[in-house]
């Protein structure tokens, strides 16, 4: 063999060591989130819970939590909105899944976290309420805005659905009570 052809192939096979080396040592990646949201309606395999909400809203995601606290942030605005930068955000609903891995009872959630904003609640009152067929605590609650909180738990994870407002009579809070009613929770 000649000198250029053993370089060549010593090229490459040092070339396909190191393609199968860095192919071994890729990170594992679990499966893709099961995510749809088609129209006006969102569906969540993984984070269990499926719901519609009114089109003119544009709907965002974001994780906000740890490896060890995962907490995950649905985002619906009104597209008028939406693509507004540096502002400090319009009144918008909120759905915030949060892992519960003490099993803390709803109750004691909502009294107990600080991401509840209960303490910011100017009457302190809980009332009673259904979510997709769960047992929900509802509240009030001050901030930016004025919002309305209402909090279940489902398969270990507590769901809290929030809306701010700015005036009794908004349109938002029509819209979130649209939300809520069609809350669907979906095994994951």
């Given amino acids: 063999m000649h000198k250029n052809t053993l370089i060549a192939l010593f090229v490459l096979l040092l070339l396909a060591g190191g393609g199968y080396y860095l192919w071994q040592n890729m ?6 989130p099961i995510v749809e949201v088609d ?18 809203y544009a709907l965002t995601e974001h994780d906000e939590g740890t490896a060890e606290r995962m907490m ?11 693509n507004k930068p540096a502002t400090e955000g319009p009144p918008a609903i909120a759905i915030t899944i949060f892992e519960n891995p003490e099993q803390t009872t709803l109750e004691d959630w909502v009294k107990g976290n600080a991401n509840s904003n209960y303490k910011l609640s100017a009457d302190g009152g809980l009332k009673p309420a259904t979510i997709g067929g769960n047992p929900a605590l509802s509240y009030t609650h001050s901030g930016l805005y004025e919002n309305d909180a209402v909090v279940t738990m489902y ?6 659905f929030t809306a701010g407002w700015i005036m009794a009579q908004d349109a938002i809070r029509a819209d979130f009570k649209q939300v809520v009613d069609s809350v669907e929770f979906v095994a994951s």
């Fill in 155 to 160: 398969n270990g994870r507590v769901y809290m």
């Fill in 39 to 56: 129209d006006s309606t969102y569906h969540s395999a993984q984070y269990g819970i499926s719901f519609e909400y009114p089109e003119s």
């Fill in 27 to 32: 990170p594992a990646e679990g499966p893709e």
């Fill in 72 to 82: 995950h942030a649905i985002v619906l605005m009104d597209e008028d909105y939406a």
